[in-house]
């Protein structure tokens, strides 16, 4: 049984850093595709980081790439999502998602919220 549940968010200065979280059970050890998402009013909801639990390199969308770092830690069944040097453009809800395939199909596929079948009910991250 997969669960994705994230605790709160937060607000921090621009320029900081924050470390967002998500319990994933069932997903962390396991073969599952893992990527977080951010949405902000109006837009569409879009992916920022994603990693396959069964190994191999984690993948950033280029507007967090050298700032942000995806992680997992099988013992807590947790997923992190380091965010650093912080921008008032980075202020959203913050999602995880899980997925057995999204990440294994054409490269595309793993920013694609559709692709993906388990989410957290999001977290609101605010940089001011």
């Known amino acids: 049984h997969v669960q994705l549940v994230e605790p709160e968010g937060g607000s921090v200065e621009a320029g900081r850093s924050l470390n967002i979280s998500c319990v994933a059970s069932?997903?962390?050890?396991?073969?599952?595709?893992i990527g977080w998402f951010r949405q902000v009013p109006g837009k569409e909801r879009e992916g920022i980081a994603s990693?396959?639990?069964?190994?191999?390199?984690?993948h950033y969308d280029d507007s967090v790439k050298g700032r942000f770092a995806i992680s997992l830690d099988n013992a807590k069944q947790s997923v992190y999502l380091q965010m650093n040097s912080l921008l008032p453009e980075d202020t959203a809800v913050y999602y995880c998602?899980?997925?057995?395939?999204?990440?294994?199909?054409?490269?595309?596929?793993?920013?694609?919220?559709?692709?993906?079948?388990?989410w957290g009910q999001g977290t609101q991250v605010t940089v001011s």
């Open positions: 998602a899980a997925d057995r395939f999204a990440c294994l199909k054409e490269s595309g596929s793993r920013w694609d919220q559709n692709e993906y079948h388990y």
């Open positions: 069932g997903v962390t050890r396991n073969a599952y595709c």
């Open positions: 990693m396959y639990a069964g190994g191999g390199r984690p």
